[in-house]
């Protein structure tokens, strides 16, 4: 999904990793964002990301780093007087809280998947009494002789 000149216009200002900006630089923002619209609009998996926006990983990584520290929520809520282009940074949005809810109950489930595992370890460490052969077979026997006799 491509952006017009006028969008990216209002839109480059307020990005991370610009020319002349202290720290890393990013290495093609535009291409990026236009990425992750195609992304959010298509709603695709990230390794089906067309080559021609670079690597699927590096584009996936980046889009994790933006939503951990909040950059969409930041530039959507930045006044950006154009309807169509916050229609797509809200969609953004809510793609990356859609992405954090996953992650957070993805992390549930293994925390309580390994809880669970621990407990049953710590069970089976337990010496359990089982029933001698005798008394877990003698309700079997008991059934089949009386159950001809009705």
């Not at 017009?4 to 290495?27: H, N, S, V, Y």
């Not at 695709?44 to 889009?63: D, H, I, K, M």
């Not at 909040?70 to 809520?77: D, L, P, T």
Request: aromatic residues 8%; positive net charge.
């Amino acid at each position: 999904m491509k952006l017009r000149d006028d969008q990216w216009a209002k839109l480059e200002p307020l990005l991370l990793g610009r020319q002349g900006d202290a720290g890393a630089k990013g290495r093609n923002n535009r291409l990026f964002i236009e990425a992750v619209l195609l992304l959010v609009s298509s709603k695709c998996e990230w390794s089906a990301l067309p080559s021609r926006y670079g690597q699927w990983r590096t584009n996936y990584v980046r889009f994790r780093r933006w939503t951990r520290c909040n950059v969409w929520r930041q530039i959507s809520g930045a006044g950006i007087d154009d309807s169509e282009l916050m229609s797509k940074l809200n969609a953004i949005v809510e793609h990356g809280d859609q992405y954090t809810r996953r992650l957070q109950e993805k992390k549930s489930r293994k925390a309580n998947s390994i809880s669970y595992h621990s407990t049953l370890y710590q069970a089976g460490s337990m010496h359990l009494a089982l029933p001698s052969e005798e008394e877990s077979t003698s309700h079997w026997v008991r059934l089949v002789t009386t159950s001809g006799h009705g």
